[in-house]
């Protein structure tokens, strides 16, 4: 299985974003998809993630009332939509799946990693 991210970009602060990752090499019935953030000199860390089983979503704090995760089965694809940027959403984006069937926010409970697009919010 290899998950491909993409939609990353250099952009204002309040400008939006769309990022995506589709999976490749399987066709995912259910599972968790997830995004996950790293910047320079922090950990990886949550973003985002929605329960191909019920629909349901978490978000970090940080990304609450700005950002929004859909799915599309027939795809394969996840999406995360970015509202309203700062500069310290500034990061490499990550993709993940988990082969669970209930939320997990945990990046060592994920099992399929895409190899990440550059958001970079700067004025």
């Known amino acids: 299985v290899q998950l491909q991210a993409s939609g990353g970009g250099v952009v204002q602060p309040g400008d939006s974003l769309r990022l995506a990752c589709a999976a490749s090499?399987?066709?995912?019935?259910?599972?968790?998809w997830g995004w996950f953030r790293q910047a320079p000199g922090h950990e990886r860390e949550f973003v985002s993630a929605?329960?191909?089983?019920?629909?349901?979503?978490n978000y970090a704090t940080s990304a609450k009332g700005r950002f929004t995760i859909t799915a599309d089965n027939s795809e394969n694809t996840v999406y995360l939509e970015m509202n309203n940027l700062r500069p310290d959403d500034t990061a490499v984006y990550y993709c993940?799946?988990?082969?669970?069937?209930?939320?997990?926010?945990?990046?060592?409970?994920?099992?399929?990693w895409g190899q990440g697009t550059q958001v970079t919010v700067s004025s």
């Open positions: 993940a799946f988990a082969l669970y069937r209930t939320m997990v926010v945990r990046a060592d409970m994920y099992d399929y």
């Open positions: 090499g399987s066709a995912f019935s259910w599972g968790i």
């Open positions: 929605i329960n191909l089983s019920d629909g349901r979503t």
